[in-house]
């Protein structure tokens, strides 16, 4: 696979259920973010990886969200008790590294729905 | 007040002409600049980055970058109506690791 693998494309959940959004970044990444695009607006930043450490979390809006790269390639976004405000597309997006000209390669996202 | 500021248009131009884009950040740390495409319905996909003051061309696209005003901008030449997307200005303070976005300008460029 060359690219950003994300699965399921489309996720529609009953308020309070929970859900798991995988991710599959491209092969040798180090670095993996996770973000969040609600209509009209732009990519907003819930956390990041380098290898299996979580560097950043502070974006993630509360704590029934919760992220994890156990053995530093595919992640999961993890969303306890969705709420109506959690509908959005989850953006996952891997690049070589952090460095200065490490471009984000996206996936096709999730789109969640929370009815 | 958002870190990266763009206008959100929607910005129209017709075909072969230049279309320009700007966007402005808040953080002087910031260290590179990327601008992304995204096409409705689907993800980012980079076009360019710079990270040195001044002018950088690729093709049909040119990126300006001037720190000491926090201000960077993408020319778009001889635009088509395949370019019409939103572009995204994405900026990245390497300390925090992170790429900080806009909320994209929606470019459509007529026939």
């Known amino acids: 696979g060359a690219g950003v693998s994300q699965s399921p494309r489309y996720k529609v959940a009953k308020r309070g259920q929970d859900v798991a959004l995988r991710c599959d970044p491209i092969?040798?990444?180090?670095?993996l973010f996770w973000y969040q695009q609600a209509l009209g607006q732009g990519p907003e930043f819930l956390t990041y990886?380098?290898?299996?450490?979580?560097?950043?979390k502070s974006g993630l809006p509360s704590d029934r969200f919760f992220a994890e790269r156990p053995e530093g390639s595919v992640s999961t976004l993890k969303i306890q008790r969705t709420q109506q405000e959690d509908s959005a597309v989850y953006l996952c997006?891997?690049?070589?590294?952090?460095?200065?000209?490490?471009?984000?390669?996206f996936g096709n996202g999730t789109r969640l729905t929370v009815t | 007040q958002k870190e990266v500021e763009q206008n959100s248009g929607p910005l129209s131009v017709p075909e072969g002409a230049i279309a320009s884009l700007n966007c402005t950040y808040s953080?002087?740390?910031?260290?590179?600049f990327f601008w992304y495409r995204q096409y409705s319905g689907k993800s980012p996909e980079l076009i360019m980055f710079?990270?040195?003051?001044g002018d950088k061309e690729d093709g049909r696209f040119t990126a300006q970058l001037n720190k000491a005003s926090q201000y960077v901008s993408l020319l778009i030449r001889d635009s088509q109506p395949s370019d019409s997307a939103t572009y995204l200005c994405?900026?990245?303070?390497?300390?925090?690791?992170?790429?900080?976005f806009g909320d994209g300008t929606t470019l459509t460029v007529k026939p």
């Open positions: 990886f380098q290898n299996e450490a979580q560097l950043d």
């Open positions: 994405a900026v990245v303070n390497t300390n925090a690791g992170k790429s900080t």
């Open positions: 953080d002087r740390g910031s260290q590179s």
């Open positions: 997006a891997s690049s070589f590294t952090t460095g200065n000209n490490s471009p984000l390669h």
């Open positions: 092969s040798g990444h180090v670095s």
């Open positions: 710079i990270y040195s003051n």
